[in-house]
């Protein structure tokens, strides 16, 4: 193991990149004293190890490095984008199916809302999708409650401010009225907390109904409710600059799970 600070990884990221659990999840074994480096039990995750150290949890030794992988998730209404929820609700993970190893969203969709919803197992992809200078346009079809016209919506084309919270420009259109409810088409560049609901009540319009369309370069196109289809690494490669290694197109195929009912 290494005391050097420039040298190896945090053995939790080691732990995570394993697929074995999250930072914090890995942080809290050790603790416990479920973890040990070249046969000796830790208790602290302040230490970096190398490819040359033998880590255990539990007694068995973790494997290397999962291949950083994508999924697209088409989210049902009803889920919750958390591991566990203190209300007992069903959430996203929960939902998944059984062939997909241990994964974390890129952002969350909250409980009422649906559509894509991006899963990764690598923390790296998590955050390089989610930090802010990234700027991908995130696109959502929104139903709702009014007869609103053009110029109802230009207070969030130009940004507003909600009880404090600043919100960035949004590209907002009227795609059709339906009875009592209109089809809105929104694009943004940010994730905050019930964003687009927000902006919307904010301007007397209630929304009824949410849908993500599209997060970036990737699509829901005709993914079916509770659906996972993985992205090639290709296209990984290609959107998100990573390096090759430890690619293979054939431990990645593209294909659509059905989730278990």
């Given amino acids: 193991m290494s005391n050097t600070p420039h040298e190896g990884d945090r053995i939790a ?44 949890l539990d007694g068995q030794e973790i494997g290397p490095p999962d291949t950083p992988r994508l999924w697209l998730y088409h989210k049902p209404q009803g889920l919750v984008t958390s591991a566990k929820d203190e209300k007992g609700r069903k959430t996203v993970f929960e939902s998944l199916p059984p062939e997909l190893p241990r994964v974390v969203s890129v952002g969350r969709l909250d409980l009422n809302s649906e559509g894509l919803l991006l899963l990764t197992n690598d923390g790296g992809i998590k955050r390089k999708l989610e930090l802010p200078k990234t700027g991908w346009l995130r696109k959502y079809r929104v139903r709702v409650h009014g007869t609103p016209e053009d110029a109802d919506l230009e207070p969030l084309r130009k940004g507003i401010t909600i009880e404090g919270e600043r919100f960035q420009p949004m590209d907002v259109r009227i795609d059709r009225q339906q009875g009592a409810n209109a089809w809105i088409s929104i ?65 990645a195929p593209k294909r659509t799970v059905k989730r278990r009912k």
């Fill in 187 to 251: 694009g943004l560049r940010e994730g905050k907390n019930r964003e687009i609901r927000r902006a919307m009540e904010s301007v007397g319009l209630p929304v009824t109904r949410l849908l993500r369309i599209s997060f970036g370069p990737f699509r829901l196109g005709d993914l079916k409710p509770g659906a996972v289809e993985e992205v090639r690494p290709k296209v990984l490669r290609d959107q998100l600059g990573l390096s090759t290694e430890g690619f293979a197109e054939k431990s």
């Fill in 13 to 56: 990221k080691v732990i995570a990149r394993a697929g074995r659990a999250s930072r914090r999840e890995a942080e809290r074994m050790i603790e416990a004293g479920r973890v040990a480096v070249n046969g000796k039990t830790i208790d602290s995750p302040a230490l970096n190890v190398t490819e040359r150290d033998r880590i255990t």
